[in-house]
């Protein structure tokens, strides 16, 4: 039933999303939009199913996980028409995107963490703040209504708060209090997510904006999808596996 409501909801996209231009096999771009929105689409669906799998504590956090794939799915079917149809960057679908889709993956630590142990709701809003931050001169640089290397520094800043928060911080000390094997294994996999795998983001950034030469909108989108696939949807699995395996414990 679920998974019918699902699709009945994807039949329903506009035809503007839905049609996405012409594709051309050589670009590469727009065969990334292509392949990262398929993708999004069957982790919402895998991650919505799954949530029957696992116990009632795990299930608010693959919720949140399906809910982020799929508000991404839904931007995707948007920005990979204003590529395929115009050649260029969907600044504002993206940051529209990030502004749900990144607050949310960034509680999913606090979220995991409530599930087995008593947290401070401090952690909380020093994470969704950092993430709000980050997003909003990232934002301003890319748009123009902020220099693009101080706006770049600024969310840099935010998002080695985050890192601390989680690594040192509050975060830490939830996680070292859990006692739970699970969820360590998952917040630790999830830091270096958010270390490794959110670098990426820079770098599209970096790439788009501080070279010389002009904005180049093929690497900084190819990199931002890239990002997108792996931050996004491998996030909701790491999620995922611990919700099973401290469900089947």
């Known amino acids: 039933m679920k998974l019918l409501m699902l699709m009945a909801g994807v039949m329903a996209v506009p035809t503007f999303a839905a049609s996405g231009g012409d594709l051309n ?14 993708a999004l689409l069957a982790a919402t669906a895998f991650f919505f199913i799954e949530r029957d799998r696992v116990h009632s504590k795990w299930k608010t956090s693959l919720t949140i996980s399906g809910l982020v794939t799929g508000i991404a799915f839904w931007h ?21 995107d990030w502004l749900l889709t990144v607050p ?51 969310g840099m800043a935010a998002w080695l708060y985050m890192i601390h928060t989680l690594w040192m911080g509050e975060g830490a000390e939830a996680r ?49 999808n890239l990002a997108d696939f792996v931050n996004k949807i491998l996030f909701g699995v790491v999620i995922w596996a611990a919700a099973v395996s401290d469900s089947e414990s």
């Not at 096999?25 to 398929?38: C, E, I, K, Q, R």
């Not at 980050?134 to 520094?153: C, D, K, Q, T």
């Not at 969820?183 to 997510?193: E, F, L, Q, R």
């Open 176 to 224: 070292n209090a859990s006692g739970n094997a699970a969820v360590s294994t998952a917040y630790n996999t999830m830091m270096w997510i958010i270390i490794v795998g959110w670098a990426i983001y820079p770098l599209g950034y970096a790439s788009g904006y501080l070279m010389t030469g002009g904005i180049d909108a093929s690497s900084l989108n190819l990199i931002y």
């Open 104 to 154: 949310l993956l960034i509680i999913e630590f606090y979220l995991i963490l409530k599930a087995v142990t008593n947290v401070a709701a401090s952690l909380f809003y020093k994470l969704f703040v950092g993430s709000i931050v980050m997003l909003v001169f990232g934002y301003m640089g890319e748009s123009g209504i902020m220099s693009a290397m101080p706006a770049f520094v600024i």
């Open 76 to 96: 995707y079917l948007y920005m990979r028409g204003v590529w395929i149809d115009t050649g260029e960057t969907p600044t504002v679908y993206r940051y529209i």
């Open 25 to 38: 096999a050589n670009d590469y771009v727009g065969v990334s939009f292509w392949l990262v929105t398929a």
